[in-house]
C-alpha cells in the first residue's frame, strides 16, 4: 500500500448494494425480529449500515490474500453520493476499518488516493464478508460484535447536512440543518404536479434518516400524506429508504390514530389549563367554515377548562368538550346545534384519535394515511456547533392547512427549533405559503421552488429580494425548470450583494 492513510471521509457509495444484502437483511432479521409484539411495537427498524457495517467487518477479518485485479473486478457501478457520515464515524468504528484495509491490503499497490479504488476495495470486501455470514453458523459467529462507544463521534449529536442533488457546476447540493449558524430548520415546497415534488420528499426523510438512525439521537418524522402516495402498499419498498416498514402507516378511517391530541397537565397549575384551553378553542374554531362569536368561543374554553377539572387534569376526549359545552348552554338551547356542537360532534362521531396515548409519536416515525379523506377541510440538545433535532413534521399538500389562522402550525414553526422539532410543508403554488394570516416565507431557512404553473411576482420579490432585470431572470430560470429540478435562495451572494441571488439544484433521483 503506497499511502500512509486511507482516507474514508466522503468516499462514494456501491449502487445496487441493497439487492446484493438482501439475504443478509433477512437473516438478521429471522435473529432480532421476534414472532409476536405488544400493541404498537414493531419489528426492529434497522438501517442498511447496519448489516453493511457487518460484512465490512466479517470480509476484512477474512486472511486470504487481495490483489488490484480482485479488486478492479467488482463490477458494481460506483455512486456520486457518498456513504453517510456516520457509517465510519459510529463508535469511531472507520479507525478500525483503516487498520484492517492496511493489513489487508499492505502488499496490495493500488491506487488509495481515489476515492472510487477506496470505494471498489470497501465493496469486494462487503461482498467477501456477505458471503462468510451466510455460511452455516456464520451469522451466530458474527452477530454479536458492536465496538463499544468511545465517547467518539457516535455519542454526539449527527450532522445533519441533507444532500438533496446537485448545483449546476455539478456540486454537491446540501442543505444544513441543525449546526449553529443557520437561524432555523423550516423547508418550503412548492411544485405543480409532475414536478418530482414526491421525490424531493423522499430524498429529505431518506437523508434525515440515514444521517441519524444509527446515532444515539435518532431523528423520526410524522408525514401527513394528503395523497396517499407514500402509504400506498404499492409503494411499500419506499419506506425501506426511510428505515422503517409498512407498520408505521395509520390510517384514520379504518381505525382511530393511537394517540389523543389532548395534552396532559396532571400535577400542572391551573393557568397553563386556562392557556392551552384559549389555544385549542382557537384551534377547534377554525375548523368551522361559519363565523364563531366571540360569546361561543368563550364558552368553549370554559368548557375545555371544566373537562380537564373533571377528569383531574388528565388528557380529555371531544365527547367530554361537548357535553362540557352543553351545560353551559341555556336549559332551552342544549338541545340545539350551533357551530361549536356542530364540529364537535362531528369530531366525536369520527372517531379519529384515540382516547388516551398508545404510541410514543415523538420516538417513532408514523405515516398518516389521509388519502381517502375529503380535500377541503422538551428543549434540544446543543453542543458548540449542533443542535439536536428530535422530530420532523411534514406536510404534504399543505394548502388545506394554510387557507385559515392555523395556530398550532404557527405554533410549532415559533418555537419548534429550540425544542428540537421542524417542519417540511409541501404544496403545488408558490402563493400558497404566503397568507393573509402569516408569511410563511419569512420563517423558513430553505425555500425550494420547482416547476409552477403560473408565477407570483410579490412572492418572488418578497423571496429574493429582488426586482427589475433579475426578477425576469428568476422567472425564467422557474419556468425553464425540468421535472426534479428546483431552484432556492443562495444566502451568501444575497448577504454579499453579488452574483446570482438564487441557485439551481438537480434532485437526486430516488423514488
Request: aromatic share 8%.
Amino acid at each position: 500500500m503506497n499511502v500512509s492513510k486511507v482516507v474514508l471521509n466522503g468516499i462514494p457509495s456501491i449502487r445496487g448494494m441493497h439487492d446484493q444484502m438482501q439475504d443478509v437483511i433477512n437473516a438478521l432479521r429471522r435473529h432480532i425480529d421476534l414472532t409476536d409484539y405488544s400493541e404498537g411495537v414493531g419489528p426492529v427498524r434497522m438501517n442498511m449500515s447496519i448489516p453493511l457495517r457487518l460484512c465490512l467487518f466479517a470480509g476484512l477479518c477474512d486472511r486470504s490474500p487481495r490483489s488490484v485485479e480482485d479488486v478492479m473486478s467488482f463490477n458494481l457501478p460506483v455512486e456520486s453520493t457518498p456513504y453517510p457520515t456516520t457509517f465510519f464515524s459510529k463508535a469511531d468504528v472507520g479507525k478500525l476499518f483503516e487498520a484492517l484495509l492496511k493489513l489487508r491490503y499492505n502488499e496490495v499497490d493500488g491506487d488509495w488516493g481515489s476515492p472510487r479504488f477506496i470505494a471498489r476495495a470497501i465493496g469486494r470486501e462487503i461482498l467477501r464478508g456477505r458471503d462468510i455470514v451466510l455460511k452455516e453458523g456464520g451469522m451466530e459467529d458474527w452477530l454479536l460484535f458492536e465496538p463499544k462507544n468511545n465517547n467518539g463521534a457516535s455519542g454526539d449529536i449527527p450532522e445533519l447536512n441533507l444532500l438533496i442533488g446537485q448545483y449546476e457546476n455539478g456540486m454537491p447540493a446540501y442543505l444544513d440543518m441543525n449546526s449553529r449558524s443557520i437561524a432555523n430548520t423550516q423547508i418550503l415546497i412548492a411544485g405543480t404536479t409532475g414536478s418530482g415534488k414526491s421525490n424531493l420528499l423522499a430524498v429529505l426523510i431518506n437523508q434525515i434518516r440515514e444521517l441519524s438512525t444509527d446515532t444515539h439521537y435518532p431523528v423520526n418524522f410524522l408525514l401527513f400524506d394528503y395523497k396517499g402516495e407514500f402509504s400506498d402498499p404499492q409503494h411499500e419498498l419506499w419506506l425501506q429508504l426511510f428505515n422503517t416498514n409498512y407498520k408505521a402507516v395509520l390510517n384514520p378511517i379504518e381505525r382511530p390514530l393511537p394517540f389523543t391530541p389532548f395534552k396532559d397537565f396532571t400535577g400542572k397549575p391551573i393557568n397553563e389549563v386556562n392557556l392551552y384551553a384559549t389555544e385549542l378553542s382557537s384551534a377547534l374554531g377554525s375548523i368551522s367554515r361559519t363565523s364563531i362569536s366571540a360569546n361561543m368561543d368563550s364558552r368553549l374554553s370554559t368548557a375545555i377548562v371544566n373537562a380537564y377539572k373533571d377528569k383531574k387534569f388528565r388528557p380529555v376526549t371531544f365527547s367530554e368538550i361537548l357535553d362540557s359545552y352543553r351545560n353551559l348552554l341555556p336549559d332551552k338551547q342544549q338541545d340545539k346545534d350551533d357551530s361549536i356542537t356542530s364540529v364537535l360532534t362531528q369530531l366525536v362521531n369520527n372517531h379519529i384519535f384515540e382516547d388516551e396515548d398508545k404510541v410514543d409519536l415523538l420516538n417513532n416515525s408514523y405515516i398518516i394515511n389521509l388519502g381517502r379523506f375529503p380535500k377541503d377541510g422538551a428543549m434540544a440538545k446543543t453542543n458548540e456547533e449542533r443542535v439536536e433535532l428530535r422530530h420532523f413534521t411534514i406536510i404534504d399538500e399543505a394548502h388545506y392547512m394554510l387557507d385559515f389562522d392555523n395556530r398550532p402550525l404557527r405554533e410549532l414553526i415559533a418555537v419548534g427549533r429550540n425544542k428540537g422539532m421542524s417542519i417540511i410543508l409541501a404544496t403545488q403554488n408558490m402563493e400558497s405559503f404566503k397568507s393573509k394570516y402569516f408569511d410563511f416565507y419569512a420563517n423558513a431557512q430553505y425555500p425550494l421552488i420547482m416547476k409552477q404553473q403560473q408565477q407570483n411576482d410579490s412572492v418572488i420579490k418578497d423571496l429574493f429580494g429582488v426586482s427589475g432585470g433579475i426578477l425576469l431572470e428568476i422567472k425564467q430560470a422557474i419556468a425553464g425548470l425540468q421535472k426534479g429540478e428546483l431552484i432556492t435562495r443562495d444566502a451568501a451572494n444575497m448577504a454579499l450583494g453579488i452574483g446570482k441571488p438564487w441557485q439551481k439544484i438537480k434532485v437526486t433521483h430516488l423514488i
